[in-house]
């Protein structure tokens, strides 16, 4: 059987041309897919390179062992979501057992059939009832509570909602402010890691560009402008979104960005610091948090960026 890296790398070359019909098929599935391109890049460059793989590998000290059956339970907010599980559970030695997303099972078969005629020795199962060992769910937070019930006598990774936050320090470069605008509006903003909460200088003035946008968030972008219009709240609208001056919250509709103006640095570390538990990654030029990344890396996670923070291959290592 071929190794993880060998089968992981020649996967990163093979998702370099996903046939027409795939991507089509995806969007039909989910509207909201406007950026598939992105997030398979982001596999590819970030996940599939066969040196990452390699020194990411080499922290993990994997032994033959029997393997056990991992539910993934995948979340369909963002393309290709799921991946990250499943190339952990597979890369651990263990057994895949998917439960696809109505809304991303088209590009998540794909990838799965590519995998597997790469090695056929590769199993990889569907969710149907059967024998689990453990378990590994995404969802919001409701769908959490139900993941806990129904995995509640097993290893299980529960994850539900996460936002994630910015801090401006006043001096950006408008090449930083773009690479922000991606952070916040790629994938509708629909992500855990996309930004809906911006720390900001009091009186910093800075400008956000937001790219063309599906229907579906465009619809969602006037019924929440026409709705604050009506109950008199304050806002700007930058052409596809809206800015709002408040307190350190995070809003509830895609379509608007929070700012909370600050008047130094600690205090915006403190409340990252008492809303860690909330938090799923922060942009900033300087590491003001352990889960910092730079300006228009937010949507380009590493494979060893973790969601929540729990190191996935620990958890499946222990099993």
């Excluded at 994630?164 to 903003?189: H, P, W």
């Excluded at 103006?261 to 008492?274: A, H, N, P, T």
Aim: hydrophobic share 45%.
């Amino acid at each position: 059987m071929k190794s993880a890296v060998e089968i992981f790398s020649e996967l990163g070359a093979r998702l370099g041309n996903i046939p027409a019909e795939v991507l089509a098929l995806a969007s039909r599935e989910n509207e909201w897919f406007c950026q598939i391109e992105t997030a398979i890049d982001a596999i590819r460059t970030q996940m599939l390179d066969s040196a990452k793989i390699s020194q990411w590998l080499s922290l993990y000290p994997i032994v033959p062992h029997a393997p056990k059956r991992v539910a993934i339970v995948m979340a369909g907010n963002i393309p290709a979501v799921g991946f990250a599980d499943l190339m952990y559970v597979i890369a651990s030695g263990n057994i895949p057992v998917i439960k696809y997303s109505s809304k991303d099972r088209a590009l998540m078969e794909h990838i799965v059939r590519e995998l597997q005629a790469i090695e056929p020795k590769l199993i990889i199962e569907q969710y149907n009832g059967q024998r689990l060992d453990a378990a590994i769910a995404t969802g919001s937070d409701s769908a959490a509570l139900h993941f806990k019930a129904q995995f509640g006598d097993i290893p299980a990774l529960i994850r539900g909602s996460r936002h994630s936050a910015a801090l401006l320090m006043g001096n950006e470069s408008k090449e930083q402010l773009e690479a922000l605008s991606r952070d916040i509006f790629t994938y509708c903003g629909l992500g855990c890691r996309n930004v809906s909460l911006i720390f900001a200088p009091q009186g910093y003035n800075f400008s956000l560009t937001v790219p063309p946008m599906p229907l579906g968030y465009n619809n969602n972008y006037r019924h929440t402008r026409a709705l604050m219009t009506m109950q008199g709240k304050v806002f700007n609208d930058i052409g596809g979104a809206l800015t709002v001056e408040s307190g350190a919250e995070f809003p509830r509709q895609i379509s608007c960005i929070n700012i909370c103006r600050y008047d130094s640095i600690d205090e915006v570390k403190q409340w990252l610091s008492d809303n860690d538990s909330r938090l799923q990654c922060i942009v900033a030029a300087e590491k003001i948090h352990s889960r910092t990344v730079n300006f228009g890396q937010a949507q380009y996670p590493a494979l060893n960026d973790y969601a929540d923070e729990v190191d996935v291959m620990k958890f499946l290592l222990s099993l």
